[in-house]
């Protein structure tokens, strides 16, 4: 019966409908000895869970995150080798491609083109000109402020989710950082 019975629950382990499967007076034996508590989750864990099962990207899209991703990257490490002007414009070139990407030639015309953000596009894409012409400090001093009028209207979303991030969001509570995030988190003009 021992050999059976790990055939039957699947080599030592035992789910519930194994021991449902089982005769009568073992699965009665199992049931009582076992208990069967599903998993639930908590904490973090639960508030991302329904937004990550929601979120279903096309294959462009993926794309886009890649390119997104992969020009973040090149921007960081040209910033970190003293503004080296080859990685900068490929991370300039794949920021916005990746972008494009990720929601349409439409609407990125339509977002970086509005009425009220023409100053802000045309910092940034002026730096992100400046910066191909060979100028990198001066170009992503551009970018850094266009890209702050481009998105502000994002930053309360962001800080609110990165306050909720166990470690992240003790370190934008201290006392110095606590005020700056504050006067970031409250501007009120999204996109």
Same mark, same amino acid.
């Given at each position: 019966?021992?050999?059976?019975?790990?055939?039957?629950?699947?080599?030592?382990?035992?789910?519930?409908?194994?021991?449902?499967?089982?005769?009568?007076?073992?699965?009665?034996?199992?049931?009582?000895?076992?208990?069967?508590?599903?998993?639930?989750?908590?904490?973090?864990?639960?508030?991302?869970?329904?937004?990550?099962?929601?979120?279903? +990207?096309?294959?462009?899209?993926? @794309? #886009? &995150?890649?390119?997104?991703?992969? $020009?973040? %990257?090149? =921007? !960081?490490? *040209?910033?970190?080798?003293?503004?080296?002007?080859?990685?900068?414009?490929?991370?300039?070139?794949?920021?916005?491609?990746?972008?494009?990407?990720?929601?349409?030639?439409?609407?990125?015309?339509?977002?970086?083109?509005?009425?009220?953000?023409?100053?802000?596009?045309?910092?940034?894409?002026?730096?992100?000109?400046?910066? +191909?012409?060979?100028?990198?400090? @001066? #170009? &992503?001093?551009?970018?850094?402020? $266009?890209? %702050?009028? =481009? !998105?502000? *209207?994002?930053?309360?979303?962001?800080?609110?989710?990165?306050?909720?991030?166990?470690?992240?969001?003790?370190?934008?509570?201290?006392?110095?950082?606590?005020?700056?995030?504050?006067?970031?988190?409250?501007?009120?003009?999204?996109?």
């Amino acid at each position: 019966m021992g050999s059976s019975l790990e055939a039957r629950v699947g080599g030592g382990c035992v789910f519930p409908e194994d021991v449902a499967a089982l005769p009568g007076a073992v699965s009665r034996l199992l049931s009582s000895r076992l208990c069967f508590t599903p998993w639930t989750p908590r904490g973090a864990v639960a508030a991302a869970l329904p937004a990550a099962a929601m979120i279903s +990207l096309t294959d462009t899209q993926k @794309i #886009g &995150m890649g390119l997104t991703g992969f $020009g973040v %990257f090149f =921007l !960081f490490f *040209g910033m970190i080798l003293f503004f080296d002007k080859a990685l900068l414009a490929i991370g300039n070139v794949l920021f916005v491609a990746g972008l494009a990407f990720v929601i349409g030639l439409e609407r990125t015309f339509r977002f970086f083109f509005q009425k009220h953000k023409m100053k802000a596009t045309g910092f940034f894409l002026g730096g992100v000109f400046v910066v +191909l012409i060979g100028w990198p400090l @001066i #170009g &992503m001093i551009f970018e850094i402020y $266009g890209f %702050f009028l =481009l !998105f502000r *209207g994002f930053f309360p979303v962001v800080i609110g989710f990165i306050r909720r991030v166990p470690v992240l969001g003790s370190l934008l509570n201290l006392p110095g950082i606590r005020s700056f995030v504050d006067k970031v988190g409250e501007s009120n003009n999204m996109v």
